[in-house]
């Protein structure tokens, strides 16, 4: 028998539904279930910009962490870059980390929308790609979440010893270090983020509502999109 959403719910506006998302998923997506995605699209990735702009001072230390762990890593490798290369490449770093997190909303939405759509297809649950891309655009609202969290931490905590993004983590890579960690296990850590796990959340329950399925196949469909997105970084990891 399914548990999925039936009750017809008065049609938010998209501002509401990215904010409810977050706590009443079953309820936005059952009002817009007919909705198309593009101003999903276009609003999610406006507040991404704007929080960047707003919080790129807070977030520098984090960046800067994160490109001189990939700098350590490449000397462990016989790679070591002068002084030089190394200042030039923090700045153009922090600008690409900072234009790709403006287009989280993008990212995730096309390329979470493909792995939702094969994962809810494994697990039987018949949805349009269209669908998939709504699921999985409204399911990243959790990682504007988390850039505001960076945020914070960075403005309240110490971040003179940062030694990377994970250090931001609100989980258990928040707990190891990143420098002597593999980053097969550093993606697998990341992957129990409570941010990540919170758009696992919404992903399940919007396969099921859309779908119309049981919420258990909901959860299996959304693991197993967690599961293809975690193959595409494990793979290149396990080959460094």
Do not use: C
Request: proline letters at 3%; a neutral charge; charged letters at 10%.
């Amino acid at each position: 028998m399914s548990d999925y959403t039936t009750a017809t719910t008065k049609q938010g506006s998209v501002w509401e539904d990215l904010l409810e998302v977050l706590w009443a998923p079953a309820t936005v997506f059952d009002r817009s279930r007919s909705r198309g995605v593009g101003m999903y699209l276009l609003v999610l990735s406006g507040l991404f910009i704007v929080v960047l702009l707003a919080t790129q001072g807070l977030l520098q230390p984090y960046m800067d962490a994160n490109y001189d762990l990939q700098v350590i890593k490449m000397a462990e490798q016989g790679q070591k870059l002068p002084a030089e290369a190394v200042a030039q490449g923090r700045k153009f770093a922090g600008y690409f980390l900072l234009v790709t997190w403006g287009f989280t909303a993008v990212f995730s939405g096309l390329f979470g929308g493909i792995t939702t759509w094969l994962g809810a297809k494994v697990a039987g649950a018949a949805i349009p790609v269209g669908r998939a891309i709504f699921i999985a655009t409204l399911a990243s609202v959790p990682r504007l979440v988390s850039l505001l969290a960076t945020a914070v931490q960075g403005a309240v905590l110490d971040t003179s010893n940062v030694k990377s993004l994970f250090d931001a983590s609100i989980g258990p890579a928040r707990f190891v270090d990143a420098v002597s960690t593999s980053p097969a296990v550093l993606a697998v850590l990341a992957s129990l983020d409570l941010f990540t796990l919170w758009n696992v959340l919404i992903t399940a329950v919007g396969v099921s509502v859309l779908a119309r399925v049981s919420r258990g196949t909901g959860w299996l469909a959304s693991f197993i999109a967690l599961g293809v997105t975690l193959l595409f970084t494990l793979v290149p990891a396990a080959l460094a």
